[in-house]
């Protein structure tokens, strides 16, 4: 799987946009984008996934570049709850499921702030 | 609907003394993942099976740690002796096996061990 960079900090005003980037230059054209975030004390959770398109749910969005060596991960109106560190991966889907290998990296610690 | 359950949260034994963390995954996940997490690190996976089979222990220290998971439910990993480098967050995940995959993992709180 692709190697990803994150800057290891950010933080936010809340209320404000998040937009936390990620350079991914080595990705595959089979390669998915994946963000999850972890809250102190708990476990990663998914957030969003994308290929090529920009994506949206009721999370947040992935926008990715057309070239698709970067992405960025927008929080629309951050609160307070949303600090936590944020992770992006590149993997390659599997449609067995058995591939649902994900390889971390140490991801960006968005802090957002009153 | 319940998510992936894991015990002890907290766990703190001297160093050579065995633990076995225990995870429950979410009811009908075939796929489930034992992750280690060091402090101020991303996860790191030790397992991955599929059912009950143990399909990727690549990066499980075999001299030391072992992890089953009979009926291919419930799971459990072991470490014996423990030592000092030991002490870290270890994670339980489960994810669907049969329809498209969406990559997503769903995780338990985690296990912290400090081992002393």
């Known amino acids: 799987d692709a190697k990803t960079t994150q800057p290891p900090s950010m933080d936010c005003a809340e209320g404000r946009a998040a937009n936390l980037p990620c350079n991914h230059s080595t990705i595959s054209g089979n390669e998915y984008v994946y963000w999850y975030r972890q809250i102190h004390s708990q476990g990663p959770q998914y957030i969003i996934h994308?290929?090529?398109n920009n994506e949206t749910n009721e999370m947040a969005s992935l926008i990715i570049t057309e070239d698709r060596k970067s992405s960025t991960l927008i929080l629309p109106h951050a609160t307070l709850r949303d600090t936590a560190v944020y992770y992006c991966i590149v993997r390659v889907a599997s449609l067995t499921g058995g591939g649902n290998k994900l390889t971390f990296g140490t991801g960006t610690q968005l802090k957002v702030e009153l | 609907e319940a998510g992936v359950v894991q015990s002890p949260r907290y766990k703190i034994i001297e160093k050579k003394q065995p633990v076995a963390f225990w995870c429950n995954p979410i009811?009908?996940?075939?796929?489930l993942y034992w992750y280690l997490q060091n402090l101020g690190q991303g996860p790191e996976l030790l397992i991955r099976y599929e059912n009950e089979e143990a399909v990727d222990d690549s990066q499980l220290p075999k001299d030391r740690f072992s992890a089953e998971r009979l009926k291919g439910v419930d799971s459990t990993l072991k470490i014996q002796p423990a030592e000092l480098g030991d002490s870290a967050v270890y994670l339980c995940?489960?994810?669907?096996?049969?329809?498209?995959?969406?990559?997503?993992?769903?995780f338990g709180e985690g296990s912290r061990l400090t081992v002393l």
């Open positions: 994308g290929l090529k």
């Open positions: 995940a489960s994810s669907p096996r049969e329809g498209v995959d969406t990559g997503e993992l769903f």
């Open positions: 009811s009908g996940h075939n796929t």
